[in-house]
């Protein structure tokens, strides 16, 4: 086990940064866990933006930005979440992302931030690096964490479990104690080693869930590490059929699917179908494509299954008409390149993918979750902000505030507390003759949870559908804790351990959830 220290935060994107550097600059030691190497998050694939401040004459309020939250999160947003985020999260973009860090926003001719329009918002109040926002920050955030003092970064450790008293204390008196996190297991690859990682208080930051579905537009590493651990460590866990689809990821068949901004259409970029037709009008002909993702979303795989279409088009003309494209979204320009297309005179496949999960850890304004010791931020928590449907750009300044006020809330809570001596808890136990793992079975089982849930658990549900869907896991959820109780640890089964558990969380708030409301959609 190793010395106790204030702060454990796991996960190293825009939640966990922000937390540890918070926490970091009120005193508190901190040690910062990435699963890759820093900077190889999420946050770095996001693109469009994050909420900032209009400039004063585009009539933008609190109350305007919360409305839209709200319209967006289909009557499900919890509403202190919602007006804390409106209220404090954009001055806390500016302050702290543009002003302390340096983040390269692009900026207007009066030398500010000048923001750009997403589907659902209604000001121009976006604030953006092109269309590489999360990379500029997160670049901006890993050099932070890297030269604060406070912060030590451990980098390329896998999450195994959380610690947590009664669980892993020896005593058998401490049966009678509420549960309390004390740190967590982690597992190094490159030595084999599973160490004990002990902290006053831990914070949750591990991100979403997106790998589980075999479409979509994140990375590998977003296998729900920090939800599967904080629901065996019995923490309270909510809305997790809410997963978000991204209505336009650029399809190209056998290949991962790529993100295409949502700032495409923020900026005017149509919605058509093979025949040339703004196909939303059918659906949505007061928003169009600025509708709320689900909508939009439902509208492409309504339109794909009428007409047979393996996909619908993304039309840039209307907006290479006014700008630039090569300099305002060079990302998609070099991926849409990179599958020979030119979007100056062709339209640009796409399909929906999943993108984000709206559910998570259950946590209050302050990032406590339901377990004593536990903070959480971003992707892996549920602070009830986005309701059944996430509003664009929100989830980086989610991230970011959360982060901050689970920090202050944890380094506030600092001290008092019994704490069990680290020779009072048990080490990790590594079976006595592991069998190796087979990356071919592992391979196999990522196959069947990712085509299952994209079937049986994407944009449109059924209760029958979910029923199967929930049988063929629960089989394969039994062979995989199997293999993990005997196999030698690898990451790979470490994330497959977790997705298959966060994957029966979806299929059984989906099946248990007869209601349709926002990205949940039960067509029975
Ligand atoms: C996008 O650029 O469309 C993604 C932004 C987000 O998911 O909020």
Same mark, same amino acid.
């Given at each position: 086990m190793s010395h106790t220290v204030d702060l454990l935060v796991l996960g190293a994107g825009i939640a966990g940064c922000s937390a540890a550097l918070r926490a970091a600059d009120l005193g508190a030691s901190v040690v910062l866990v990435a699963k890759d190497e820093l900077g190889g998050t999420n946050t770095s694939w996001? !693109?469009?933006?994050?909420?900032?401040?209009?400039?004063?004459?585009?009539?933008?309020?609190?109350?305007?930005?919360?409305?839209?939250?709200?319209?967006?999160g289909a009557g499900l947003c919890r509403?202190?979440?919602? !007006?804390?985020?409106?209220?404090?999260?954009?001055?806390?973009?500016?302050?702290?992302?543009?002003?302390?860090?340096?983040?390269?926003?692009?900026?207007?001719?009066?030398?500010?931030?000048?923001?750009?329009?997403?589907?659902?918002?209604?000001?121009?109040?976006?604030?953006?690096?092109?269309?590489?926002?999360?990379?500029?920050? !997160?670049?901006?955030?890993?050099?932070a964490v890297r030269q604060h003092p406070n912060i030590q970064v451990r980098e390329r450790l896998c999450l195994v479990d959380l610690i947590t008293s009664p669980h892993h204390c020896l005593s058998p008196v401490?049966?009678?104690?509420?549960?309390?996190?004390?740190?967590?297991?982690?597992?190094?690859?490159?030595?084999?080693?599973?160490?004990?990682?002990?902290?006053?208080?831990?914070?949750?930051?591990?991100?979403?869930?997106?790998?589980?579905?075999?479409?979509?537009t994140n990375p590998p590493s977003a296998t729900g590490d920090g939800l599967a651990a904080a629901y065996r460590a019995s923490a309270r866990i909510v809305n997790c059929e809410y997963v978000q689809f991204h209505p336009t990821a650029l399809y190209s068949p056998g290949k991962p699917r790529t993100l295409l901004t949502e700032a495409l259409r923020g900026e005017g970029a149509w919605l058509v179908n093979r025949k040339g037709e703004r196909f939303m009008a059918k659906y949505e002909p007061e928003h169009m494509e600025l509708a709320p993702r689900d909508v939009v979303s439902r509208a492409i795989f309504q339109e794909m299954a009428a007409s047979g279409e393996a996909n619908v088009y993304l039309d840039l003309a209307p907006l290479a008409a006014r700008l630039d494209l090569d300099a305002h979204f060079p990302t998609v320009m070099a991926a849409c390149q990179a599958e020979g297309l030119d979007p100056h005179r062709q339209r640009i496949p796409v399909v929906p993918a999943a993108h984000y999960f709206c559910g998570g850890v259950l946590v209050d304004l302050e990032g406590r979750t339901s377990l004593s010791g536990l903070f959480a931020a971003g992707e892996v928590a549920c602070t009830g902000l986005h309701g059944a449907n996430r509003l664009a750009s929100t989830s980086l300044l989610e991230g970011l505030l959360w982060g901050f006020r689970g920090a202050e809330a944890a380094v506030r809570d600092l001290g008092g507390e019994d704490h069990p001596d680290p020779g009072d808890l048990a080490q990790w136990r590594m079976p006595k003759a592991p069998e190796p793992t087979d990356p071919l079975l592992i391979e196999q089982d990522w196959g069947l949870i990712r085509s299952t849930l994209w079937n049986y658990a994407g944009i449109v549900r059924t209760g029958d559908r979910?029923?199967?869907?929930?049988?063929?896991?629960?089989?394969?959820?039994?062979?995989?804790?199997?293999?993990?109780?005997?196999?030698?640890?690898?990451?790979?089964?470490?994330?497959?351990?977790?997705?298959?558990?966060?994957?029966?969380?979806?299929?059984?708030?989906?099946? !248990?959830n007869p209601e349709s409301r926002g990205c949940h959609y039960r067509v029975d």
């Open positions: 996001a !693109q469009g933006g994050i909420i900032g401040l209009a400039p004063p004459e585009a009539g933008d309020s609190p109350a305007l930005l919360a409305a839209d939250i709200e319209g967006a509403r202190e979440a919602v !007006q804390v985020l409106a209220e404090e999260g954009p001055k806390l973009c500016r302050s702290f992302l543009w002003e302390r860090l340096g983040v390269p926003f692009d900026l207007g001719e009066n030398g500010t931030p000048d923001p750009t329009a997403e589907a659902a918002h209604s000001a121009r109040r976006i604030y953006h690096a092109k269309d590489a926002t999360g990379l500029a920050i !997160q670049t901006a955030l890993s050099a401490r049966v009678y104690d509420p549960i309390r996190v004390h740190g967590a297991f982690l597992f190094d690859p490159a030595t084999g080693e599973v160490e004990g990682a002990l902290a006053r208080r831990t914070l949750l930051a591990t991100g979403g869930l997106g790998y589980l579905y075999l479409h979509t979910l029923t199967r869907a929930k049988a063929d896991l629960h089989y394969l959820a039994h062979r995989i804790e199997r293999f993990y109780h005997e196999a030698s640890l690898s990451r790979e089964l470490l994330e497959l351990r977790s997705g298959i558990l966060c994957a029966r969380l979806i299929l059984n708030a989906a099946l !248990q």
